[in-house]
């Protein structure tokens, strides 16, 4: 009987998390108007929580209470190329990188910047409305350092944040990243362990995805 009902249960929660994927991506497009689904958010629970952090975070930083319009999802590791990322970016004014690593951590970096390349095809921002997101806290954790060049989207390294502390390697299904946590451009005060990947230096990366919520 009990074999019965956990059985049933299981069916349950696949059919609930199925609807919960469904709910989610049917605010998911990408910047040509096609439906993406996201690998990244489980439940729609998880999305809304971010979403709502980053419209309070925009509407403190303007003043002014922003209206959610549309959701972008501009970028998907599974189905683009690492080259193409800063193309699909570009001259969007904010956007949210989530990378999901092999050992199941996930954690998001948000820019409130507009990404236009320079003369070599590149992008760096002086930015400092940045901040990085723990999905195993539900907080994000604001940048505090003093670099000129506080994220960037290089040839040599697709990602970098802060003065190197977090960095995200071209061909990063085989390269990974490296994290040096604590982050001291970031304020984490009161924060013991690793909360974006787990463990301090190298990673390696299962998912990437970039959204920008207008």
Known sequence: MSSNINIEDDEIETVRSSLNKKLLNIQLINKNGAMRFSFIFDKSEEFQTLKNLIYEYKSKLLDTKITPVKTFLLYQSVIDD?????????????????????????????????AIPNEDNEFESKSNN????????????????????????????????????????????????????PLKSFHLYNVNKNIFTGENG???IRNLEVFSFL
């Open 202 to 204: 190298k990673f390696y």
């Open 82 to 114: 690492y080259t193409t990322l800063l193309n699909r970016i570009s001259y969007f004014d904010d956007f949210l990188i989530l990378i999901q690593t092999d050992n199941g951590n996930k954690f998001g970096i948000y820019v409130q910047d507009t």
């Open 130 to 181: 940045i901040f990085l997101y723990s999905f195993e806290t539900q907080k994000m954790y604001e940048y505090i350092g003093n670099n000129k060049i506080s994220f960037s989207i290089k040839k040599d390294k697709l990602i970098v944040l802060g003065d190197d502390e977090l960095v995200i390697n071209n061909d990063y299904y085989t390269e990974g990243g490296y994290i040096t946590f």
